[in-house]
């Protein structure tokens, strides 16, 4: 009879390696600068060999002006330097970028390999530097990664790019590589509930390290027997998963723990890309857009040009009846003089897309309706691309709204004019919009569309440069769409 001793009986030390997990970073480049100092001192005290780093999408965010002056390129560059060992995509790189510029990131020789299960090219082969899994060794430990983004696959077909539902994906990769590897590891830009949903039905996943819904998991939380991990957001913590491999029996330990970023100095080499690639940014931008002889202001609280203006141009670029935009999606207005692309996109930071719906005039009214109270106006909106802080009030184009403000609330229009013709409750109109809406965020029934149809990979912000560089939209701008005369 063959008994079979562990290395502990035997005395001989496990093997053990230690992955560390950064995700949601979106461009706070800063601490990224602090999450290689951290992933550098793991390299320092446990060896070179023995030290993954993973970042589990989102590393980028257009908001941030360095990334948008170099069409994410920087990004490369802090991937590199920090030297990640894998990498997966967040709908932030995925849906904000396009196919062209994601293959100029991601292309060449670079210290990282991009792994996604759930994400293919729509008409092509994957590019090379894009792989279902991918397995590799440390320490005499096997590794196999998987990983998946959010599925929002009727975005992705008009940047060249489909996503297939998640699970199933990740289920079909865990089967194909299981008997190669002595760990698997599922990099999930999915959020913490579809985490969870996976960790109950797969036993054969060791470790899931999350991402998407900016969760913070300190310590992890272990589901049957798979340790789900996730650290927070905009690199405030850094993921640490220790993984001890029994050289005789092959057993798996897996222990991890979240480690704040704050207290650490800021990675020298990190901050030098910072600043060079910040400055061919400004210079990118720098481009001018257009020369206003007066300022164009915007107000979230009440009807400014600027926010007419935007209006307009979706309406315009959707070729539809009715454009509606929240007053939120602008930071500021523009002064008198030169404007450039780096001043578009400091007042309209937020990559949302234009999109058309086909609307019930009730459901239009519903959200005009709710837009002139206060409540609305001050709701504060996290997520969807959104980069403002609050709501705002609805800028229109198309329209002519009289409001009664002795009413009660909800009841304060007392006329909708559309291009000439009283609103119809029951007739539907095409309403050139923003995505932000389809995903039941702030006004609700903007979203009860029938059909819709979005542009990609146009911004909201692209639609002002289009409008600010003919002088009849600035002058149209001006004009009253909302009457409180009453």
Request: glycine share 6%; hydrophobic share 35%.
């Amino acid at each position: 009879m063959k008994c079979e001793v562990s290395a502990m009986e035997q005395n001989i030390q496990p093997k053990q390696i230690t992955i560390y997990h950064s995700n949601d970073i979106h461009s706070r480049l800063e601490n990224s600068a602090k999450v290689a100092t951290i992933i550098n001192n793991g390299r320092n005290l446990y060896g070179e060999e023995n030290v993954i780093a993973v970042d589990i999408g989102d590393h980028m965010d257009r908001a941030r002006t360095e990334t948008e002056g170099t069409d994410g390129y920087i990004h490369r560059e802090l991937l590199n330097e920090t030297r990640y060992d894998v990498i997966t995509l967040g709908n932030n790189e995925g849906l904000t970028f396009t196919y062209e510029q994601l293959n100029a990131i991601y292309s060449g020789n670079n210290s990282f390999q991009v792994v996604c299960s759930n994400f293919h090219s729509h008409k092509h082969t994957n590019p090379n530097w894009l792989l279902s899994h991918y397995i590799m060794e440390r320490n005499d430990i096997r590794i196999g990664f998987v990983a998946a983004t959010a599925n929002y696959n009727e975005f992705y077909e008009h940047l060249g790019w489909r996503t297939e539902e998640p699970l199933q994906a990740i289920l079909a990769q865990v089967a194909n590589i299981r008997k190669n590897v002595d760990i698997i590891v599922l990099l999930s830009h999915l959020g913490i509930k579809i985490d969870e949903m996976i960790a109950e039905k797969c036993n054969e996943i060791d470790v899931i390290m999350g991402a998407h819904t900016h969760h913070l998991l300190d310590p992890p939380i272990r589901i049957n027997n798979t340790l789900v991990c996730a650290a927070g957001k905009f690199g405030t913590h850094v993921g640490k998963v220790t993984i001890q491999c029994d050289p005789i029996t092959r057993e798996i330990t897996v222990n991890g723990e979240c480690i704040n970023t704050e207290p650490y100095e800021e990675q020298a080499s990190i901050t030098t890309i910072i600043s060079q690639y910040g400055m061919k940014a400004k210079v990118a931008l720098q481009r001018t857009i257009s020369l206003l002889v007066e300022p164009l202001p915007t107000s979230i609280e009440r009807e400014s040009p600027l926010s007419n203006m935007l209006a307009s141009g979706l309406r315009k670029w959707c070729d539809a009846e009715i454009g509606l935009v929240n007053s939120g999606q602008l930071l500021a207005g523009l002064a008198e003089g030169e404007v450039t692309a780096g001043e578009i996109h400091r007042i309209c930071p937020s990559p949302i897309n234009p999109c058309k719906m086909t609307l019930q005039g009730k459901d239009i009214k519903e959200a005009l309706e709710q837009s002139i109270l206060e409540e609305y106006i001050q709701l504060p909106i996290r997520g969807f691309g959104f980069r403002g802080e609050r709501l705002g009030n609805l800028a229109v184009d198309g329209l002519a709204i009289v409001v009664d403000r002795s009413n009660p609330p909800m009841e304060k229009i007392v006329s909708i004019i559309v291009n000439g013709v009283a609103l119809e409750l029951e007739r539907y109109y095409e309403v050139g919009t923003i995505d932000m809406f389809t995903f039941n965020i702030g006004y609700k029934s903007l979203a009860k569309y029938k059909d819709v149809t979005y542009y990609l990979p146009e911004f909201i912000r692209h639609i002002l440069e289009v409008e600010l560089q003919n002088s009849d939209n600035i002058t149209q701008s001006q004009y009253c769409r909302w009457d409180y005369s009453m």
